[in-house]
């Protein structure tokens, strides 16, 4: 990443626990501010790791006003962001608003289809990607919100998925 000598880069950290962010000068590679917002995660049962995508949001916002009230008139060179990666989420393309919960990257829910995909593609996916087929990626996670978002009524053409970052 090339920032301007005398930028600042504004990084968020978005993770399971809590969203961090910081102001850094580039120049010196010194935190000129930070902000630290705690962020709620549920366990509902064994082996699911839930979030509440509008709180998530909610401390993003936060940790990011923070940093600029503490460090005003500082304009960032950039953005870097970093986040849970596997952590999946599903809303509605035309306002917003998440159909559900925020799939940790430890959730574990759809160990069983996981396990149903094995015999028929799981060969395809090593194949394809390297990779076997786990709960813990973000694939298996927007299958069972595509299919929790639906079951509450919602239009297959009105569901957007992605990763956090989305």
């Not at 809590?18 to 935190?31: H, K, M, R, W």
């Not at 709620?40 to 009230?69: K, L």
Request: with cysteine; proline share 6%.
């Amino acid at each position: 990443m090339s920032v301007p000598t005398g930028g600042f880069i504004l990084a968020i950290d978005q993770g399971a626990a809590a969203t961090t962010a910081a102001l850094v000068d580039s120049a010196t590679n010194e935190i000129v501010a930070l902000s630290r917002q705690a962020l709620s995660i549920e366990y509902p049962q064994p082996g699911w790791v839930q979030q509440d995508a509008d709180e998530m949001w909610e401390t993003t916002v936060a940790a990011v006003d923070a940093v600029f009230a503490l460090a005003p008139g500082m304009t960032p060179a950039t953005i870097a962001l970093t986040n849970q990666r596997e952590a999946a989420v599903a809303w509605n393309r035309h306002t917003g608003e998440p159909w559900g919960p925020v799939l940790s990257w430890q959730d574990a829910r759809t160990a069983p289809l996981c396990a149903e995909l094995a015999d028929t593609a799981g060969q395809v996916v090593r194949d394809r990607t390297g990779l076997a087929l786990d709960p813990l990626y973000s694939a298996p996670k927007m299958r069972w919100l595509l299919d929790y978002a639906i079951d509450r009524g919602a239009k297959v053409e009105d569901i957007c998925l992605g990763t956090v970052d989305a």
